[in-house]
């Protein structure tokens, strides 16, 4: 089959021949129609040290995709050849405290789809059938192949009660403006969101941001103070791995302010602890998506009327990949589909 490959250990992602994955018993062999590029595939397309010290090489990568069943081991039961479905990339052991709890995004030895096994840039991709996620008829293909990254945002946007409530979202990437719709969808009064990127910015503003800051140019305070804001924000939502961003962010929460951090610093960070005790503050880290609450709330999000078209802003065929990764390179884009 044809597939992206990380063949070497440098710079780039190359198209293969690479050999179709077997099926295991309780697997899935699922024949993919789109596939996403993630912020993660930009690291092991540039090589970079958690690249370098994570991916084995060769190795199929790509985790955000949909596609049809294929095919499927002799203990799976409940899918049909052609059911549209997406997939949990995060494999977990079932055996710890945590998987036998139910709590399986807890698992403390999880495996990633397209990193530490094959993954979707690929015309066929192999899942245990407990990580496939049947797609109901109302969500779009393509957007069916960004539920991964949407359940970073709804994991995160939903970790908190935001009806009525003001909220920063600090990076207006993909999983950033995708929080803002979701926080508009279910009731945020302000939407806050901060970029130093105008592009980024103006598809923050298209997906229902209530006002969108570039830091690099504009006071985050008075612009807040403009929206009428007098106390504080109510809800943060951390998406850019930015030390600045997060430090920022403690800085303008009101007393009682809640933070959900999903971004990934690439070090340690340096905010004002004093501010998290004192406003009493409570912080929670989010790791991809709860299995599978988080996936059920994605679907009925969109079934209930979240629309997320406009994160969508390239499209390639399979062929043109290069196309595909240059987008994403440029910081002028939102999601990008390559279709197989
Ligand atoms: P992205 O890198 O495309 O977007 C991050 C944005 O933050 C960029 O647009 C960048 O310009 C902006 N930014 C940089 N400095 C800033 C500042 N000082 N203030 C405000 N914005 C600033 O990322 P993405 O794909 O949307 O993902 C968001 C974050 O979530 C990334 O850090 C990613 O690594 C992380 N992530 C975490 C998980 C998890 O499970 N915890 C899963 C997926 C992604
Ligand atoms: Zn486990």
């Known amino acids: ?82 059911e549209r479905v997406s997939g949990e990339g995060h494999i977990t052991c079932g055996h710890c405290r945590n998987c036998r709890a139910g709590k399986r995004h807890l698992c403390r030895n999880t495996k990633g789809v397209g990193v530490n096994r094959p993954g979707s840039f690929a015309e066929y991709v192999v899942i245990p059938a407990f990580n496939a996620f ?114 920022q962010m403690v800085s303008v929460m009101n007393h009682g302010g809640k933070i959900a951090l999903l971004g990934i610093p690439s070090g340690r960070v340096d905010i004002d602890w004093n501010d998290v005790i004192f406003k009493m503050l409570t912080i929670k880290g989010i790791y991809g998506r709860e299995m599978f609450e988080t996936w059920y709330k994605m679907a009925a999000l969109v079934q209930s009327g979240l629309d997320l078209s406009p994160v969508i802003t390239h499209r390639y065929g399979i062929d043109d990949f290069q196309e595909g990764f240059d987008a994403m390179l440029s910081g002028h884009s939102g999601k990008v589909v390559l279709d197989w």
């Open 134 to 247: 049947k797609i109901p008829d109302e969500v779009p293909d393509e957007i069916a192949s960004i539920f991964d990254p949407l359940g970073n945002a709804v994991h995160t946007a939903l970790s908190f009660d935001l009806v009525g409530e003001d909220v920063l979202i600090t990076g207006a990437g993909p999983i950033g403006v995708m929080a803002a719709a979701i926080a508009r969808h279910v009731g945020a009064r302000n939407v806050v969101v901060t970029d130093i990127n105008d592009y980024r910015l103006e598809l923050a503003a298209k997906m229902g941001a209530t006002r969108t800051v570039n830091v690099a140019q504009e006071d985050l305070w008075a612009a807040a103070k403009g929206l009428g804001m007098t106390e504080g924000f109510d809800v943060g939502l951390e998406m850019s791995g930015s030390g600045a961003a997060f430090a």
């Open 1 to 82: 089959m044809k597939a992206l490959s990380k063949r070497e250990a440098k710079e780039g992602i190359w198209m293969v021949e690479a050999p179709t994955p077997t099926v295991g018993p309780n697997d899935l062999l699922i024949r993919v129609q789109h596939s996403a590029i993630c912020g993660t595939d930009v690291h092991i397309y540039k090589w970079d040290d958690w690249a370098q010290k994570t991916i084995p090489v060769p190795m199929v990568t790509g985790h955000e995709y949909m596609g049809v069943v294929a095919g499927m081991g002799s203990e799976v039961h409940g899918f049909q050849i052609g």
